[in-house]
T-cell receptor, first 117, second 119 residues
Framework: AQSVSQHNHHVILSEAASLELGCNYSYGGTVNLFWYVQYPGQHLQLLLKYFSGDPLVKGIKGFEAEFIKSKFSFNLRKPSVQWSDTAEYFCAVNGGLIRTGRRALTFGSGTRLQVQP | DTGVSQNPRHKITKRGQNVTFRCDPISEHNRLYWYRQTLGQGPEFLTYFQNEAQLEKSRLLSDRFSAERPKGSFSTLEIQRTEQGDSAMYLC?????????????????FGPGTRLTVL
């Protein structure tokens, strides 16, 4: 079974600090990877995704993530956070689409980011 | 608003009652998904439709749960004989279903969810 680990459950940063949120998954085959964000009172929104190609992907609002296949990781980064980045961040994986046609996403438990002004 | 919509947004029911939720996907999206999210956890997959066909079901989808998408547009999720453990946020998502085939990845877009409280 697939699983996703987000080791940082709650992160507190000051504005302008750099951010890196960890995401590790367990699946040995081809994967599709996503980061979703949930701002307070809003629904899940896509930040960025990786399907294939360049392992460094850029998303909205200055976020980027790097897929490192050998480490089964897809960490999220932002060089300088803003107060408006306060939200919950979820990493999600779909593995096995090519082999089985399964489309279910497996989510991590989320990281709550609090940015202090 | 052209996003995924879900109704109702909140539902409070007593244990043992049946509840039904509705999801309207983004127009022209032919794939529709249901997830459940409990406090402090990420969403957990329940089931997935391609048009009107239910192609995937999670083991979480017990016999008390049934989902339908009869005309390939909106979907309903019914929970029979609700239990307190069913209290959660029920999320719907849809994706376009690109012409590249059944094994081509696409992006799921989520709705606001229906929060169910079972007393």
């Amino acid at each position: 079974a697939q699983s996703v680990s987000q080791h940082n459950h709650h992160v507190i940063l000051s504005e302008a600090a750099s951010l890196e949120l960890g995401c590790n998954y367990s699946y040995g085959g081809t994967v599709n990877l996503f980061w979703y964000v949930q701002y307070p009172g809003q629904h899940l929104q896509l930040l960025l995704k990786y399907f294939s190609g360049d392992p460094l992907v850029k998303g909205i609002k200055g976020f980027e993530a790097e897929f490192i296949k050998s480490k089964f990781s897809f960490n999220l980064r932002k060089p300088s956070v803003q107060w408006s980045d306060t939200a919950e961040y979820f990493c999600a994986v779909n593995g096995g689409l090519i082999r089985t046609g399964r489309r279910a996403l497996t989510f991590g438990s989320g990281t709550r980011l609090q940015v202090q002004p | 608003d052209t996003g995924v919509s879900q109704n109702p947004r909140h539902k409070i029911t007593k244990r043992g009652q049946n509840v039904t939720f509705r999801c309207d996907p983004i127009s022209e999206h032919n794939r529709l998904y249901w997830y459940r999210q409990t406090l402090g956890q990420g969403p957990e997959f329940l089931t997935y439709f391609q048009n009107e066909a239910q192609l995937e079901k999670s083991r979480l989808l017990s016999d008390r749960f049934s989902a339908e998408r009869p005309k390939g547009s909106f979907s309903t999720l019914e929970i029979q004989r609700t239990e307190q453990g069913d209290s959660a946020m029920y999320l719907c998502a849809s994706s376009l279903g690109l012409a590249g085939g059944p094994r081509v990845a696409d992006t799921q877009y989520f709705g606001p969810g229906t929060r169910l409280t079972v007393l």
